[in-house]
């Protein structure tokens, strides 16, 4: 088989500066609310309802209409669960189905409203103010699939991505000029004798020993192309133009493959509110929110030979003799962190134009991030004797920078039934288009470092549209009975390449369906329950490049649900 990099991939540098993809800004910007039992319960369909810490993250005005004041918290448990298949050839043939699942205790809401009656009939009665957190997104997703390929390796690939740099640079001992230095001064943060920054990635499974030179060490590229060690090599009786031998390169026999994934982290709203009550017909409100952002992602790729005597490496000791030792086992991984806060405002008003018929709209600015990232690649390769068994790892990277998310719009309406049934409906739009990157020390978002992303943003990325329905029956006087379902479309148009691999990371549409059940004491004291099911778009990702001209890098489909159980305890005051 003829490898060949079918795939530009020198995009992601070895640098962070100019890394960071739509992908991320779109998973940072994005929420997937929460709040209180009763909102989630009605499936957050609460622009016009109010009266519930919950909807205060939707409307600012929704504090105004609660008429006292009111304290909540919020416990809840979040399971994640995943059915991943794969594809060996990216064909299409999906197999070898397997499950896993992640949980995580959460507290997605809590907070006070303090509510100041003024004493008059009309005009402003009254005014609220609030200090209220509730989530806007909980990440918790776990992905583990794999099976047998034959036909294309991990480290086949890493080791066409690492043609053309030397050995010698990617080792650490060679700088762009062919000097020797330190390792520690580290030459990659300055690119090769063409320019080129290096990919961690080739770095460590060059340092590793899981990717080497081969063949005659007197042909002109020899230094500068590399072979994985699940491969093995023949050579032929042809030369190209530059006097280098050409060998045909495959791999030994079939690989077990296991592709991972871990992710966790939560964002969190802070709001600072303020309601005015206006004659019981009209609401206003303000928020000055602070959202916070903590995400970890930890993901990993593992090669095993079913018969590592399909694998022969033949090396040279000291004295000069050749032996043989045999690839067994290889590992990837790739971890990454990052945290944000960021600020913005948010407005909106609840009329009750009359009967029991309120109209509601509020409009949220674009927050401003600070960002800070760290990440580190790393590799172990393991041989049949162990005193060849190498690992490394890269230096922690360590950025920040600012992100701007879009702004959000929502729009709703509700009736009630004379007190006993209320029915919603809430439309919420986000351009996700308006999204860019800044350097901490840039006045314009526009600059050269992100002027590449900030151009594939307005590019993939475009409007998303969600629709949220809700309902609230009371059988009896303290008892509710609540429903919801959310309905979200994607807002990318077109393929992203996340972190430099061919991988579709976005999900198409997002379904919720919620249940829930209240309780208010005739005293103070009420309890609200709900649970959420929200179902996502299949996922599709490629763990490594299409590297050969007659074969395609595997496939993993990953298909994935959520499942979300809060309980609301409050007090009215």
């Not at 991990?154 to 000029?177: K, P, Q, T």
């Not at 148009?493 to 061919?502: A, L, M, P, V």
């Amino acid at each position: 088989m003829k490898k060949t990099l079918l795939i530009s991939l020198f995009s992601f540098a070895a640098i962070a500066a100019g890394a960071q993809t739509a992908q991320d800004a779109y998973t940072f910007s994005q929420n997937t609310y929460y709040g209180t039992a009763r909102s989630i319960g009605m499936g957050n369909a609460v622009t016009a309802v109010g009266g519930d810490l919950g909807t205060i993250g939707f409307n600012p005005a929704g504090s105004a209409v609660m008429g006292y004041s009111q304290f909540t918290i919020t416990p809840g448990i979040s399971f994640g669960s995943t059915s991943n298949s794969y594809s060996p050839y990216g064909d299409g043939k999906f197999s070898n189905e397997n499950n896993s699942s992640i949980s995580r205790f959460n507290i997605p809401n809590f907070g006070a409203v303090i509510n100041f009656n003024l004493g008059n009939d009309r005009g402003l009665k009254s005014i609220s103010y609030g200090v209220v957190m509730n989530s806007t997104n909980k990440f918790l997703n776990k992905i583990v699939g794999g099976g047998m390929n034959d036909k294309s390796s991990y480290l086949g690939a890493m080791s066409v991505l690492a043609e053309g740099f030397n050995s010698g640079f990617l080792n650490g001992y060679l700088d762009a000029n062919g000097s020797s230095i330190d390792d520690g001064d580290y030459p990659y943060y300055h690119g090769d004798d063409r320019g080129y920054y290096a990919p961690w990635t080739s770095i460590v499974n060059a340092q590793a020993g899981a990717i080497s030179n081969y063949g005659d060490s007197n042909d002109p590229a020899y230094v500068y192309r590399y072979i994985g060690a699940t491969e093995v090599f023949t050579p032929t009786d042809q030369y190209d133009k530059d006097g280098n031998r050409i060998y045909n390169v495959h791999i030994g026999g079939p690989l077990d493959q296991t592709y991972g994934r871990k992710v966790t982290g939560s964002k969190d709203d802070i709001a600072l509110n303020v309601g005015f009550n206006i004659s019981d017909v009209f609401y206003f409100g303000a928020n000055l929110g602070i959202t916070t952002i903590d995400y970890n992602y930890h993901e990993y790729f593992k090669e095993y030979a079913r018969n590592p005597s399909d694998f022969p490496i033949v090396l040279t000791n000291n004295n000069g003799n050749n032996y043989t030792i045999n690839f067994d086992n290889y590992r990837a991984r790739y971890s990454y962190s990052m945290d944000a806060t960021g600020v913005y405002g948010k407005f909106g008003f609840i009329a009750r134009p009359g009967g029991g018929l309120r109209l509601g709209a509020a409009i949220q600015t674009p927050t401003l991030f600070n960002v800070h990232e760290k990440w580190q690649n790393a590799a172990d390769v393991h041989y049949s004797d162990r005193g060849n068994d190498g690992s490394a790892y890269s230096p922690k990277g360590d950025f920040d920078y600012k992100l701007r998310s879009p702004y959000i719009f929502n729009a709703g309406l509700a009736y009630t039934f004379a007190g006993m049934a209320m029915i919603s409906a809430d439309y919420e739009l986000t351009d996700y288009s308006l999204m860019k990157f800044k350097n901490n020390n840039d006045h314009e978002y526009d600059n050269d470092t992100f002027d590449a992303v900030n151009s594939s943003i307005k590019d993939l990325m475009g409007k998303s549209h969600t629709l949220r329905l809700g309902a609230e029956v009371k059988p009896v006087a303290d008892i509710a009975i609540r429903a919801g379902y959310n309905y979200t479309t994607t807002p990318v148009g077109q393929y992203i390449s996340d972190t430099g691999k061919e991988t579709a990371t976005s999900h198409h549409k997002l379904n919720a369906f919620s249940v829930g059940l209240g309780y208010s004491s005739p005293g103070s004291f009420f309890c609200d329950l709900a649970g959420r099911l929200t179902s996502y778009s299949n996922e599709y990702i490629s763990p490594y490049i299409n590297y050969l001209s007659d074969a395609a890098s595997p496939l993993l489909k990953s298909s994935r649900d959520r499942w979300d159980v809060v309980l609301t305890l409050g007090w009215r005051f």
